[in-house]
């Protein structure tokens, strides 16, 4: 069965490093999003993308974060200077298009930590 | 606004029913799900429901939606330990791309 994945499963930083989280979405899906979790709190969008380029942020995406499709496959977060609260994790997903009866799948997250 | 709120924790006995419950306050929701979260994985489907619908059986998972009070609840008929999870409900409405998660119900079962 098809399946998002996300790279590494894991990633410690330094704050104010620059960090991007990779995912590989399903191969005939349209749309992209990014969804974070900070430890005990609620999952929370973060964007969505579709035909190369942004379709909706949340106010929690800013000028820090961008996305990127740089291939046919990949689809990637990156956080330009990580600040502590950036530390959560963080959930790929992908839908085939974006009607509320087509499944969003989830990949398995990264677990970002900054020190 | 935008709140799906749910309750933290749930323990059952195996073969016992499970319901978990969830609130939201978005009345113009077009679909509601339920999502499973195991432990180092990532969130899985379980079901969804239409807003226009009362209720959905599938198996051993019946989704009721009432409306009216802005409330969904999902019923695990014979628990079993492969059902220990936390269990999100989120919704999602006409004109974003988004889903609203809620905080999430650990559910433990105990054998």
């Known amino acids: 069965e098809p399946e998002v994945t996300q790279t590494p499963s894991h990633q410690v930083t330094q704050m104010g490093q620059e960090v991007i989280l990779r995912c590989v979405p399903i191969s005939n899906h349209l749309y992209f999003y990014w969804y974070r979790q900070i430890l005990g709190q609620k999952v929370e969008f973060l964007v969505s993308?579709?035909?190369?380029?942004?379709?909706?942020k949340s106010e929690i995406f800013d000028d820090q974060f961008s996305v990127e499709r740089p291939d046919g496959s990949n689809f990637t977060l990156k956080i330009r200077s990580t600040k502590l609260e950036d530390s959560a994790m963080y959930f790929c997903?992908?839908?085939?298009?974006?009607?509320?009866?087509?499944?969003?799948?989830f990949g398995p997250g990264t677990r970002l930590t900054v020190l | 606004g935008e709140d799906v709120e749910q309750s933290l924790f749930l323990s059952v006995r195996e073969g016992d029913s499970s319901v978990i419950n969830c609130t939201y306050t978005d009345s113009s929701s077009t679909y509601l799900y339920w999502y499973k979260q195991e432990p180092g994985a990532g969130l899985q489907l379980l079901t969804y429901?239409?807003?226009?619908?009362d209720m959905k059986q599938d198996q051993r998972l019946t989704v009721l939606l009432n409306k009216k009070d802005k409330h969904l609840s999902l019923r695990i008929a014979d628990t079993q330990t492969g059902d220990s999870a936390i269990y999100f409900c989120?919704?999602?409405?006409?004109?974003?791309?988004?889903?609203?998660f809620g905080t999430g119900t650990r559910l433990k079962v105990l054998a």
């Open positions: 989120a919704e999602t409405y006409s004109g974003t791309y988004k889903y609203i």
């Open positions: 429901i239409f807003s226009n619908m």
């Open positions: 993308f579709y035909n190369n380029e942004i379709s909706e």
């Open positions: 997903a992908s839908s085939e298009n974006a009607a509320g009866d087509n499944e969003q799948f």
